[in-house]
């Protein structure tokens, strides 16, 4: 009876630790491919398609900017309000990444960095010229590839 009982035991942890290994590691547990969210998106990952609606977001609001004020603005707090950017994104953490906004004289710098990089999460960078950067070995630059539209 004793050795049963141990059996049980063992038995008992041991599902209990495949369970927590599968709880910590989604795709194993059957966690589905990235779904582009429309024909020609760029995103490897739903973090990723977040990180570049607000990329876009931003770029639209300093195009319609510089539009009515006749230069491009100088910080995240002068877009509120301006095409669809919310006060929530002047905040510098984004989701899974950080934001780093740089006005420069007749233009801006944007870099979006995640918190983990991998191939599901590049790092980004957009200026006024309007093509977004992207990278997945180090922080995007200007000279990192151009991602596809």
């Given at each position: 009876m004793k050795t049963l009982g141990r059996l049980m035991r063992r038995w008992a942890a041991l599902v209990t630790l495949g369970t927590i290994v599968l709880a910590a590691t989604?795709?194993?547990?059957?966690q589905t491919a990235y779904q582009p969210k429309f024909p020609g998106d760029p995103a490897h990952s739903d973090s990723e398609a977040?990180?570049?609606?607000?990329?876009?977001?931003l770029m639209r609001a300093q195009h319609l900017y510089k539009k009515k004020n006749g230069q491009y603005a100088t910080s995240l707090t002068q877009l509120?309000?301006?095409?669809?950017?919310?006060r929530r994104m002047t905040e510098t953490q984004q989701g899974d990444?950080?934001?780093?906004?740089h006005p420069r004289k007749d233009g801006f710098e944007l870099t979006m960095i995640p918190k983990q990089p991998d191939a599901d999460?590049?790092?980004f960078y957009a200026n006024e010229k309007g093509a977004i950067h992207g990278d997945d070995q180090k922080t995007a630059t200007e000279d990192s590839p151009v991602l596809k539209r």
């Open positions: 989604p795709r194993l547990a059957g977040v990180a570049l609606g607000y990329a876009r977001t509120v309000h301006v095409g669809t950017f919310t990444y950080k934001v780093n906004f999460h590049r790092s």
